[in-house]
């Protein structure tokens, strides 16, 4: 701890307050054999939470590890593969999990914050922004929250996959400065770091669909995880989308997010030199990176960061694309598709460019964005419509009312329904810009 507080002494005048999510696995908290608590690392990570909190950040931590403890706590030697024997194990370990989080936060007499939420928790407008709330209100108290997945409750419908995506969306409910997510190597490599030594570390990550043909990401995750290299890729994806500066470095040395974050408040002070609410990590792509770092006090710290969108993901939005559970599909011409890929188009798809609708879905009230009710949004490939997605939005019609007026102009949806709130037949849609469209 001491050496964290003589790191930050010359760096205080430049502190800037920001909201920052770490997120720790598994293999980080337990050992893969023996299942034991990592205790070294959990106390790392909870002296450099309370340090950044003393500095003024708002901190939420987002941690796995329940069916590791569990299966410690049970002598169980290996993770099972029945759905129901994970769900007890984690609710088996939960409890002594952020009993453990607790402690040792109670060391520094740090207040924490238990809160387990599952897909199915989000999916709904209300219950996503009492969530929201509850988390906010929590970091203004000066609580650090613990989340993680309710896998006890969760099934594969409404879980989130894993920690990765949750630290994610977590960061993009809260609007989040920085995502950080702990590994057990200190960034994104080309081929696994631990088989290959030709392998070389990505530093700077603009885009990471392009990234993702430069390296592999197969090989690398622990046997008590549920991710590795892959989900991380889906959760930078999900937070830079959002605004949100994504980070990943070694869990093995945790202080390292206080150096991360003293690194990019300087680099924002050398290139923004006034305030403002630009993003931790400024987005300007021409200036030299090398010769600006050439001027700064520290050295670069190891890490890749995933800068954020020029253009972030509105709220809405993020909720639509990344919280909701697809009801049913509708299915659009490659026209709609192109109209649809503009900002300016608003993400509101008229009934002309529906071709036709998959599945049955509900409607919501035309005028109220946070109905629960969506689509996928599908394009044809062929005259047997081969569809795949390619973004999601909420019905203001059921499925039955968006296929009986699919083609028509919207002049015409009075007639044939006998009413129109809207002429939109969905709204809020968010398409993912990488999906290739053939026509």
């Avoid at 999510?21 to 205790?39: A, D, F, N, R, Y």
């Avoid at 879980?159 to 990765?164: A, L, W």
């Avoid at 800068?307 to 709609?336: C, E, F, N, Q």
């Amino acid at each position: 701890m001491a050496d964290l507080q003589h790191k930050t002494g010359a760096s205080k005048p430049r502190i800037l307050s920001s909201t920052i999510v770490i997120k720790l696995g598994t293999s980080s908290i337990v050992h893969e054999e023996t299942h034991q608590p990592l205790l070294s690392i959990l106390s790392s990570v909870v002296e450099t939470v309370v340090h950044l909190r003393r500095l003024g950040h708002k901190v939420v931590l987002v941690s796995s590890g329940a069916i590791g403890v569990g299966l410690r706590t049970m002598t169980i030697p290996q993770r099972p593969k029945s759905l129901s024997k994970k769900q007890a194990l984690s609710a088996i370990g939960q409890g002594r999990l952020i009993a453990l989080w607790d402690n040792l936060f109670g060391q520094f007499d740090q207040r924490t914050a238990q809160i387990l939420l599952t897909r199915g928790d989000i999916s709904d407008r209300t219950r996503y922004l009492n969530a929201v709330n509850t988390i906010r209100e929590l970091l203004s108290m000066g609580v650090v929250p613990i989340v993680n997945e309710n896998d006890t409750i969760s099934v594969s419908e409404i879980k989130f996959g894993d920690n990765d995506t949750l630290s994610a969306i977590t960061s993009s409910m809260i609007h989040a400065d920085y995502l950080f997510l702990l590994t057990d190597v200190d960034g994104l490599y080309t081929a696994n770091p631990r088989k290959d030594p030709t392998a070389r570390k990505i530093d700077i990550v603009t885009s990471v669909a392009d990234i993702r043909t430069q390296v592999s990401t197969s090989t690398l995750g622990s046997s008590l995880g549920t991710g590795g290299m892959e989900t991380k890729l889906i959760a930078a994806e999900i937070a830079t989308g959002a605004g949100v500066t994504t980070v990943i470095t070694s869990s093995k040395q945790p202080s390292t997010i206080v150096d991360i974050i003293d690194y990019y408040t300087q680099l924002r002070f050398q290139l923004i030199p006034s305030s403002g609410t630009a993003s931790p990590v400024p987005k300007s792509q021409t200036m030299e990176l090398d010769h600006v770092n050439a001027t700064l006090s520290s050295r670069r710290p190891p890490h890749t960061v995933f800068k954020p969108s020029a253009v972030p993901m509105r709220d809405l939005k993020a909720w639509t694309s990344h919280t909701l559970y697809p009801a049913g599909g509708v299915i659009i011409d490659s026209g709609a598709y192109a109209v649809l890929s503009r900002r300016e188009s608003g993400g509101r798809l008229l009934p002309v460019g529906v071709l036709g609708v998959r599945g049955s879905f509900a409607s919501g009230q035309a005028t109220i964005m946070d109905d629960d009710f969506h689509v996928t949004v599908e394009v044809e490939e062929s005259d047997v419509w081969e569809v795949k997605e390619v973004g999601r939005g909420l019905a203001n019609y059921n499925s039955v009312q968006i296929s009986r007026v699919k083609g028509l102009n919207s002049a015409r949806i009075p007639y044939i329904l006998g009413y129109a709130d809207t002429e939109y037949v969905v709204e809020n849609i968010t398409i993912q810009h990488r999906v290739v469209v053939a026509v």
